[in-house]
């Protein structure tokens, strides 16, 4: 047989990108380091899990239903989402998680020559979208660990479709308060779409937090990304949404992909919606791991970078895949950070005091 090569039939920016590579599954990776149990510190999810009515309703789910195709608008989901946050229900729209209404909005916006500007520090997946469409990605470096809005508007031309705001900022925790957000946004003047994704709008406790919600209606060029990945605990369902006025979301639907939400994941995130139980519990966790390995990386001597959000960030004094390695033999997963640009950084997922005290023992050994 004649082997093809079939390069030529990709386009250079397809050539040219590097294919994300997921870490394997727990029971590999056990395998692998020789550990027993694995506390995933490395994702963000959250440890306490789906809320009791999510869980109910997953076990509610009839399996015959897995014959029949889901809503392919979400169209229940939407509904209790409008109506929680007064809204109509053709402002929202359903994605097979957040991660895909990024795509949604790139394909939606730009076309080949166009360029999105975003941060250099900050979830990935904006940059890789964009680059693996063809479009130029601008990385905006981050002023004090946060977007910088005055550097974000000087990269601005005419072929910029689309800024991407990450607040909180993962890795960082920084946010834009209400003013800075409304700022850019009256700097911007609508010549382009602003995207602030919110992924972890439900964690924060800072007062001065943007409503950026009831700012859509003044700013109809404003996208709102939500998901239940990180609060809610449905990251293995895959569902998030975005939120933006009738005309944004009017032309963002068009690169829709239809019936890609299970019906699963519809219900399950049905339940979830305004569930304030579930949400405070899991604040409190998240302010008693953060205080607690906050005061022990201070003993240590270790810097970190922390603000909103359940995770953080730690500078370690020395290579981060190495740290990695060597917490993985403990059962301790974290992300490691070269990749995103921090060069002998970790991230965190704050979980319960257990998996932080095992955290902390780990991390000690391994600095000895
Ligand atoms: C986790 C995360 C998402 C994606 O979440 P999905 O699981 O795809 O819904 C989007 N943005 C940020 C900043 C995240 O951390």
């Not at 834009?176 to 602003?194: P, Y």
């Amino acid at each position: 047989m004649t082997a093809f090569d079939m390069h030529h039939l990709a386009p250079e920016y397809i050539r040219r990108f590097e294919a994300y590579v997921p870490s394997k599954p727990d029971d590999e990776l056990k395998k692998l380091y020789g550990c027993k149990r694995l506390y995933r510190l490395n994702n963000n999810e959250n440890p306490l899990g789906p809320p009791p009515r999510a869980r109910e309703a997953i076990r509610r789910f009839p399996p015959a239903q897995a014959a029949i195709y889901p809503s392919g608008d979400a169209f229940h989901l939407r509904c209790k989402l409008s109506e929680y946050f007064g809204l109509d229900p053709n402002q929202i729209l359903v994605g097979n998680g957040a991660n895909e209404v990024i795509a949604f909005v790139i394909k939606a916006f730009c076309e080949q020559g166009d360029n999105i500007i975003t941060a250099d520090k900050t979830f990935a997946v904006y940059e890789w979208v964009a680059e693996f469409s063809g479009i130029e990605a601008r990385l905006i470096p981050l002023r004090d660990f946060r977007f910088d809005a005055d550097a974000m508007l000087q990269r601005v031309d005419a072929r910029t479709k689309v800024m991407f705001v990450c607040n909180p900022n993962n890795p960082t925790g920084a946010c834009w308060n209400h003013d800075q957000l409304v700022n850019f946004l009256n700097r911007v003047q609508g010549r382009q779409i602003v995207v602030v994704d919110e992924a972890y709008a439900e964690f924060v406790e800072a007062a001065d937090y943007p409503d950026s919600i009831s700012l859509i209606r003044q700013y109809p060029n404003l996208v709102v990304f939500r998901t239940f990945s990180k609060m809610y605990a449905l990251a293995g369902l895959r569902i998030g949404y975005l939120i933006g006025s009738r005309e944004a979301v009017d032309i963002i639907r068009r690169a829709c992909v239809v019936y890609s939400v299970n019906g699963l994941a519809q219900e399950a995130a049905l339940a979830t919606v305004g569930d304030t139980e579930h949400i405070e519990r899991t604040r409190r966790m998240v302010r008693e791991g953060k205080l607690m390995v906050i005061q022990a990386l201070e003993r240590l001597g270790l810097n970190f970078v922390s603000g909103e959000g359940n995770f953080m960030m730690i500078k370690l004094p020395m290579n981060d895949m190495l740290a990695y390695r060597r917490l993985m033999q403990q059962g301790i997963m974290v992300r490691t950070m070269t990749g995103f640009r921090f060069p002998n950084y970790i991230r965190l997922t704050i979980a319960e005091s257990e998996a932080m005290e095992a955290f902390l023992q780990a991390l000690s050994s391994i600095l000895r």
